[in-house]
Each structure stands twice: as structure tokens, then as C-alpha cells.
């Protein structure tokens, strides 16, 4: 029998060492709207390393959806009950934003580790919280849904970029489109979303910074971008400064939330790189996330895939099938990041997408919301924090 980190004794087997691992990772999902369906679905039937012991949603809908695709999967309407199953190791948080952060607290507090969807909280001071207890419990996995590093393509690119063949990155170009929605359903959303880039592009900031190092030692390289050039950067410093602006084509009811369905940011990291964003709501073409990355010595581009190798020949040309959401464009990555959050608890490995990475992508995202609300570029001090 092994301990788990809550106390509860799971049954394993030996390591070789003497030390007994859980057989299998005992998770519960809260939230079962469209996130919380695709991760219990995951882990239920995709994950062979984690059992799905139970899910947590008041909707009436979520209750049935459990009930028709997850057999003998326990439901419960309130999230708090699931806290103090026996047993249980960690939780998956998929719930609205605003109950991140309280429900990510009263999960480490409970001793369970944290697979927490994106963003934190959609005000970043009541991130602070769950940064703090986060770090009270380096035992415990709390890790963030960043899914895009989990995609085999951007994990190329970084792979890529890390070996240096490129250069020194110096810019990120990125491009997230989501699909045009006329039903009314997104601009109800937005209204507690954050705004577009602490929802949409909070995505972009965190690849952005994974992408050109941003945080991470500076790399020595004959070819690379002299860091001896720029002036020396604080410890805590990571952004110089950043600048947004917007507009609105499709949804003119997000002028009343002061809000835009289209964005552009422009990023200025500290160790000398940069990244624009192009952030819009109004895809015509369904889903689509374009990646351009300038280093010293080459150009990489990761596109979005066809979402089928049928090619249409008819009166309007010839084509193939777009990817209609962001959710069937990242489903195989969707796969990988709940994989990797299993094997990270089970297996001891610090999680690849933190909940530091989170707050500092969200500072980011804070500062560009204040820039596209007033027009004025937003700097940020040596303490690392936006001057707002």
C-alpha cells in the first residue's frame, strides 16, 4: 500500500527502491461543461495511469451527460462534497473562472494535487492566493492548463528553438482566431471572461514566454542576439513594457463591457525579445492559430492543421476542412497535458506549466487590458509588477 499525499493508502506496486507507487492516480473532476466533458473523457478513457472516481457540476445537464458516458463514475451538484472522498489524489478544475481560485485553495489545503484550467482568476490579485499556497506545498502538483505546450507541433518548435539551429529567437508573431459566433452565447460570456486577452490571449502570452525563453537563463551562442547590448535587467524584472489596442467588427455589446472582439498587443520582454499578438473573435473560417517566430538565423512557422486530408474540389475552388473550435484543433494535446499531470504526480516531476507561469502571464495580460482601455503603454517596474 502507498500513501498518498492526502494520508489515504492506494494500492501499487514497488519501484525497486523500496518505495510503493500508486497503481493508478484517483482524480475527480470539477465542472463538466465543455472543458470538464473533454477532460473526464480523457482521463476515463484515455489516461491508463489515472482512474475518473467521481464529477462535480450543478447543472442538470452534467448530471446526465455523467450518467450516459461515464459508467459508475460517482456525480455529486456541489463541488465541496468531492473534497473528502476517500481516497481521492487530485482534482481537475474546470469550473467558471471565478471559482478558480477558492476551489484550487481548498484543494491543496485538502492535500490534493491540481490540474487547474487557464486562467487563474480573472483578477490577478486574487491570484496571489493560490500562488502563495502553491508554494506552502511544494508535495503537492499544481499545474496549469496551458494546453498548447503539450501540442506536437509547438513542442517541435521549442524543441527546435532550444537547440539553437535558429538562432537567437527575437520575435514571436501570434495569431489566435476563434470562430464567429452569431448566437449571442459568447458575448454573454465575456462578460465574466476578463476581457479578450486575459481570456483569449493568455494563451498566446504564456506560449510567447515559453517560446523566447522568457524568464529562463540566457543562452550563450556565437550567433546569438548580444545580450551585452541591452542594460542590465533586474531579477524579478521580465517585461519592459507592453501596448494594446482593439476593435469592434462583429459584437458591438462588448463596447458596453470595454471589451473588443478583435485585439493587438506588442509585447517588449526584458531579455531583449518581442511578441506581437493578434487576438479575434471573428474567424469566418473556423478555428485557427498561426505562429511565426524570427531568429537570427531563421525564420519557423507552425499553422493550423487541416482538420481532414479530404480535399473538396466544387464551384467555389478546391480546399480542405478547417478545425471549427479550438477543442478539436488541440484535442490530441488535450490528451498529452492530462497524461503529463498524471505521470508529474505519480512519478515526483516538477509540473511543466506552473502556477508562477500563470500569474506572470496574467500580469502580462492585466497590463495589455489596461493599455487597450486607456491607449497609453503600460511599463512595468523592477519588481516585475505592471505599473498601472
Not at 463514475?73 to 489524489?89: I, K, R, S
Not at 470595454?258 to 493587438?264: S, V
Request: with cysteine.
Amino acid at each position: 500500500m502507498a500513501v498518498t499525499t492526502n494520508g489515504t493508502t492506494t494500492n501499487g506496486s514497488s519501484n525497486g527502491n523500496g518505495h510503493v507507487k500508486p497503481a493508478k492516480l484517483k482524480v475527480a473532476i470539477l465542472g463538466c461543461g465543455r472543458m470538464g466533458q473533454r477532460h473526464a473523457h480523457n482521463i476515463f478513457h484515455l489516461t491508463p495511469r489515472a482512474s475518473l472516481v467521481a464529477v462535480a457540476d450543478p447543472s442538470p445537464a452534467a448530471k446526465t451527460w455523467v450518467q450516459e458516458n461515464l459508467d459508475g463514475v460517482q456525480y455529486f451538484e456541489d463541488p465541496e462534497l468531492v473534497f473528502d472522498l476517500p481516497g481521492l489524489d487530485a482534482v481537475i478544475i474546470s469550473t467558471i473562472t471565478s471559482t478558480h481560485a477558492p476551489l484550487t485553495i481548498k484543494a491543496v489545503e485538502k492535500g490534493l494535487h491540481v490540474l487547474l484550467e487557464k486562467p487563474i482568476s480573472i483578477d490577478v490579485e486574487d491570484s496571489r492566493p493560490v500562488l502563495a499556497v502553491a508554494d506552502s506545498r511544494p508535495d503537492l502538483k499544481v499545474m496549469i492548463g496551458f494546453v498548447r505546450r503539450f501540442d506536437t507541433a509547438f513542442k517541435q518548435l521549442h524543441t527546435h528553438l532550444s537547440s539553437t539551429v535558429a538562432g537567437q529567437p527575437f520575435l514571436l508573431k501570434s495569431t489566435t482566431q476563434d470562430a464567429y459566433d452569431p448566437s449571442g452565447f459568447f458575448v454573454a460570456y465575456a462578460k465574466a471572461s476578463g476581457g479578450i486577452f486575459m481570456d483569449c490571449g493568455i494563451h498566446d502570452i504564456d506560449m510567447s514566454r515559453w517560446l523566447l525563453g522568457v524568464g529562463q537563463p540566457a543562452k550563450n551562442s556565437k550567433n546569438g542576439l548580444s545580450q551585452s547590448s541591452q542594460p542590465p535587467v533586474p531579477s524579478g524584472k521580465q517585461v519592459n513594457r507592453v501596448y494594446a489596442t482593439g476593435l469592434t467588427v462583429r459584437h458591438p455589446e462588448l463596447h458596453e463591457q470595454d471589451d473588443c472582439d478583435n485585439a493587438l498587443g506588442v509585447i517588449e520582454y526584458a531579455n531583449g525579445s518581442s511578441c506581437t499578438l493578434h487576438l479575434s473573435r471573428t474567424g469566418m473560417g473556423g478555428y485557427e492559430s498561426l505562429v511565426e517566430v524570427f531568429g537570427t538565423q531563421q525564420k519557423l512557422v507552425v499553422e493550423t492543421p487541416a482538420s481532414s486530408q479530404v480535399k473538396v474540389t466544387d464551384g467555389h475552388g478546391r480546399r480542405v476542412e478547417s478545425a471549427p473550435t479550438y477543442i478539436e484543433r488541440f484535442g490530441e494535446a488535450f490528451i498529452h497535458e492530462v497524461n503529463a499531470f498524471v505521470d508529474c504526480c505519480l512519478d515526483d516531476k516538477p509540473v511543466p506549466t506552473s502556477v508562477a507561469d500563470a500569474f506572470q502571464a496574467a500580469l502580462i495580460a492585466k497590463a495589455l487590458t489596461q493599455s487597450f482601455r486607456t491607449g497609453k503603454p503600460v511599463d512595468f517596474g523592477d519588481d516585475g509588477e505592471p505599473i498601472l
